[in-house]
């Protein structure tokens, strides 16, 4: 069984310090290595579908939250508030106050909808049973988050968009939805008391699903406070279910933040927001991947995408100039010299790496390597130029 927390210290991914407390883990370079490749491909992957990237603090002032409604029905899971020259400061439970925020600080027009806007930002959860050492509970996440806002008539192209995104994600990521959750609000103080809005909010999910001929389950008690979702949930190797993607459509926090924007009738109009996380936070996403892949990532989120194996040390020089080569075209390559142990040990120390390059005396004269795959299999020799295309080809994700 591959349980991400044990896997994670064996690779070096990432780890937990008592000094820095339960629930708060921080990554090593490989696992940062990591991170930054995930983020790099949604931020291009949002960017060609019309997204624009936003920057926004980590925490805001108690009435934001006041505002939003978090601290109504979402207080539970927030860190209480800090007091800081009279005014009490919150570390930040989700981005959407924000957003929302963006939105409404310039005059919108009609034909600036949609407005689609994403970040990959912190977000803080006062989990009271961090689970020491993994990275399913946690109470600081880089959340990537993402708002649409639209007329209402724009809403089900928008989520429909937003489902396309996520499957596009989840294929190149290399993982696979194990159902579709319609997740609807539940009695109680946790939700907002507003059954028009739900319904209303529901019925237009109901359709996007029914339109793709989506399969899907339902339950109640598993919505956002202000309103329904689809979950997109996965299911680790462990047997342990969670929601990572989601798309949701509201009508809420538009009203608390009086959001407008001017329609072709030269009036002011309330647009909808649509929320969606195309992969959730990346401690939550990093551990599903852990587990699924077993360490053996896709070539493109790989630590180190290929390892340089000189036979002796005569050609430590030609595998050095290769190392160089490989990283300076932006590939994550490193070297493993005959300091390090036989051939044979050094190929079993990197048995995770996409490619493993080995250099001998033939190929230090001739200028190449030969390229061997995790496998075992054989890719060839390769002169060093055209080894640098094939790697920065293969290690890279496809949008
Ligand atoms: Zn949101």
Redesign the pocket.
């Known amino acids: 069984m591959n349980d991400h927390r044990k896997l994670g210290r064996e690779l070096d991914l990432f780890d937990t310090d008592p000094l820095i407390g339960s629930g708060l883990p921080y990554l090593f370079p490989d696992g940062a290595a990591i991170r930054k490749a995930i983020e790099d491909y949604v931020f291009e992957l949002e960017r060609r579908h019309g997204y624009r990237h936003v920057s926004s603090p980590v925490l805001a002032k108690r009435e934001l939250y006041e505002r939003s409604g978090h601290w109504a029905h979402y207080s539970e899971d927030m860190f209480p508030p800090m007091e800081v020259g009279g005014e009490q400061f919150v570390l930040r439970p ?3 106050p924000h ?1 929302a925020l963006i939105f409404a600080a310039r005059q919108r027009s009609h034909r600036d909808l949609p407005l689609r806007l994403a970040e990959l930002g912190g977000q803080y959860r006062a989990e009271l049973s961090g689970v020491l050492g993994g990275l399913v509970r946690v109470r600081s996440m880089q959340l990537n ?1 993402g ?1 649409v806002f639209c007329p209402l008539d724009q809403a089900a192209e928008e989520i429909a968009a937003a489902l396309d995104l996520i499957q596009a994600a989840h294929a190149q990521l290399g993982i696979r939805a194990s159902r579709y959750r319609l997740s609807l609000g539940g009695d109680g103080a946790k939700y907002v008391d507003d059954p028009a809005l739900w319904d209303r909010a529901e019925a237009v999910l109901r359709d996007v699903l029914a339109q793709r001929g989506q399969p899907y389950d339902e339950e109640k008690g598993e919505g956002a406070f202000y309103g329904p979702k689809i979950d997109i949930q996965l299911v680790d190797p462990s047997g342990r279910e969670s929601s990572i993607a989601t798309v ?1 459509v ?1 009508f809420f ?1 538009p009203d608390r933040f009086d959001l407008s924007y001017v329609g072709p009738d030269q009036r002011d109009h309330r647009p909808v ?1 649509v ?1 969606r996380s195309v992969i959730g936070s990346v401690e939550r996403m990093l551990s599903h991947l852990v587990e699924v892949h077993g360490g053996a990532f896709p070539a493109w989120l790989a630590p180190v995408q290929a390892v340089v194996l000189p036979v002796s040390d005569a050609e430590l020089p030609a595998a050095r100039a290769l190392v160089r080569r490989a990283v300076e075209a932006g590939l994550r390559a490193e070297l493993a010299g005959p300091d390090r142990g036989s051939l044979g040990a050094r190929i079993r120390a990197h048995r995770l790496v996409p490619y493993q390059l080995v250099v001998g005396a033939r190929e230090a004269a001739g200028g190449s390597a030969a390229v061997r795959l995790r496998d075992g299999s054989q890719a060839g020799e390769l002169p060093v130029g055209e080894l640098v295309d094939f790697l920065r080809v293969r290690a890279s994700p496809s949008f």
């Open positions: 989700s981005l959407c957003h988050d708002h949701q509201d926090q927001m929320h």
